[in-house]
């Protein structure tokens, strides 16, 4: 029965954030607390590319009830991605994380939580953080905090909200998991946004509610107010769009470590202090989630090595001493039209690096 799991794990592995092997087989271990056997068939037969029931049945011989059966109570468990079509519900498959990982936000455990925290330690967390394009880019709330315009339309927290039809509003799945540690903070819970196929998706699978844009706004700005950091998934046309604390959420804490070339995709903006209006109050290094603001011989001090661009600092800042500005070219980076793009690029970095085909 272990080989369905290993040829689930090659094909997970395939995928843009990999699913490595490790000594200890926790990856494996995983595997089987999510997915039966069928499960794991059904996963292998299917692509990245959305396919209803009738097409999956039709390529792969099977029955049609019984694919439409396995598809949807795989959908419903976060083992597939379902998005709705003109002709019924298509399915396809996602990555480990950002994907099936973060698909069990109602039914984490504590056991789920601690073999994911073995297996990111032991194999999962490096092969996750070593593609340069990013799986998250950190954008401000809106494009009155910056200095030098115009600001992409991707670039723009509340101007993306106003631009979408369907929305709906997750619980932080990093918040809740460090929660259930009995550890974590006291930041709101219900931040994360999601947009277009994914509102449906978290709406349908009992995992979000719908909300209009004058609602979503509202979360934002108090999410903002909250100091937490706007991060939205890699691509022009954003579908998630999450609001971060230092504490809880992984990816922050592993920007901390990153070199700085891998930190330069995360934001199209850096920090500029006028030291001039400082007055030394502090309020920046405070609200800075990433150690970036200091304040030394009563002035704040800015790395720019370390900024992320978020804007927090701006907001807070009572001499209206700091802005935000857009990088040199050469330090810009442009987000691919569609995650499934950015998986793209993440798999051919990878398989660049590993020497395999993509
Ligand atoms: S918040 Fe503004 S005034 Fe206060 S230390 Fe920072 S830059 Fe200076
Ligand atoms: S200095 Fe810190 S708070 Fe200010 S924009 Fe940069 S990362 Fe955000």
């Known amino acids: 029965m272990d080989e369905i799991y290993e040829r689930l794990r090659r094909r997970l592995d395939e995928l843009a954030t990999g699913f490595p092997a490790t000594k200890s087989g926790v990856e494996l271990k995983l595997l089987k607390k999510l997915f039966s056997p069928e499960d794991a068939e059904m996963f292998l037969q299917l692509g990245l590319l959305p396919e209803t029931a009738r097409e999956v049945a039709l390529r792969t011989g099977g029955d049609e009830t019984a694919v439409a059966s396995r598809l949807e109570s795989m959908a419903g468990k976060g083992l597939l991605f379902r998005q709705r079509g003109p002709h019924g519900p298509a399915y396809h498959i996602v990555p480990f994380i950002v994907g099936i990982y973060e698909f069990q936000v109602n039914s984490l455990t504590p056991e789920l939580l601690k073999d994911v925290s073995e297996y990111y330690l032991s194999g999962l967390g490096q092969t996750f953080h ?23 339309p991707y670039d723009d927290a509340v101007a993306i909200v106003e631009r979408k039809d369907r929305i709906a509003v997750a619980q932080c799945f990093c918040r809740k998991a460090v929660r259930m540690y ?12 999601q947009f277009d196929s994914y509102a449906d998706y978290y709406v349908d699978n009992g995992m979000a509610r719908p909300l209009s844009r004058d609602e979503a706004v509202s979360i934002l700005t108090r999410n903002e107010k909250e100091g937490l950091v706007i991060q939205v998934l890699n691509s022009r046309n954003i579908e998630a769009m999450c609001s971060c604390c230092s504490c809880c959420c992984g990816m922050l804490v592993a920007l901390k470590l990153f070199p700085a070339q891998f930190r330069d995709p995360k934001s199209s903006y850096v920090c500029v202090s006028d030291a001039l209006s400082c007055r030394g109050c502090g309020s920046c290094a405070g609200r800075c989630p990433v150690g970036a603001s200091k304040i030394k011989d009563g002035k704040s001090v800015l790395r720019e090595e370390k900024c992320i661009g978020c804007g927090l600092c701006v ?16 330090r810009l980076y442009t987000p691919p039209e569609s995650l499934f793009e950015a998986y793209a690029d993440m798999s051919a970095e990878r398989s660049k690096r590993e020497g395999i085909d993509p």
């Open 130 to 152: 070593s593609t340069r394009t990013p799986h998250l880019r950190t954008i401000p709330i809106n494009s009155g905090l910056v200095s030098s315009l115009p600001i992409a």
């Open 182 to 193: 009995g550890k974590g903070c006291d930041h709101s819970l219900e931040t994360c946004l």
């Open 315 to 330: 907001t807070s800042c009572p001499e209206q001493a700091r802005s935000l500005v857009k990088k040199s070219p050469d």
